[in-house]
């Protein structure tokens, strides 16, 4: 069983950057395939970005491509999210999950991933 907690959200004016990270316990964290989702108020969860074992792939969703970044540190068990750019409407809470499987997927869909994070808030002013 993995166990996943993200940090790094807070409040930012549009046009600023936040990373956030997913400090990953309890499994190899080099054999997880890994993604970010995020969730707004009155909104289902929506795909954000998916990185395979060792980083060499990455798969992004079409709002996000060209300003968020995900990568991955194995040998501290963490996964980032470099968000660049921000917009109002990146406002949500954003979690990190394990992508189910044993090979790598460019899948957005949520029921493809588990053992999320608790989250973490990220508010985007205008």
């Known amino acids: 069983q993995v166990q996943l907690v993200e940090s790094g959200g807070g409040l930012v004016q549009a046009g600023g950057s936040l990373r956030l990270s997913c400090a990953a316990s309890?499994?190899?964290?080099?054999?997880?395939?890994m993604g970010w989702f995020r969730q707004a108020p009155g909104q289902e969860r929506e795909f954000v970005a998916a990185?395979?074992?060792?980083?060499?792939?990455?798969y992004y969703a079409a709002s996000v491509k060209g300003r968020f970044t995900i990568f991955r540190d194995n040998a501290k068990n963490t996964v980032y999210l470099q968000m660049n750019s921000l917009k109002p409407e990146d406002t949500a809470v954003y979690y990190c999950?394990?992508?189910?499987?044993?090979?790598?997927?460019?899948?957005?869909?949520?029921?493809?991933?588990?053992?999320w994070g608790q989250g973490t808030q990220v508010t985007v002013s205008s």
């Open positions: 999950a394990v992508q189910n499987g044993l090979s790598f997927r460019a899948t957005p869909v949520v029921a493809e991933y588990g053992s």
């Open positions: 309890g499994r190899t964290f080099s054999s997880l395939y």
């Open positions: 990185i395979s074992r060792g980083g060499a792939n990455t």
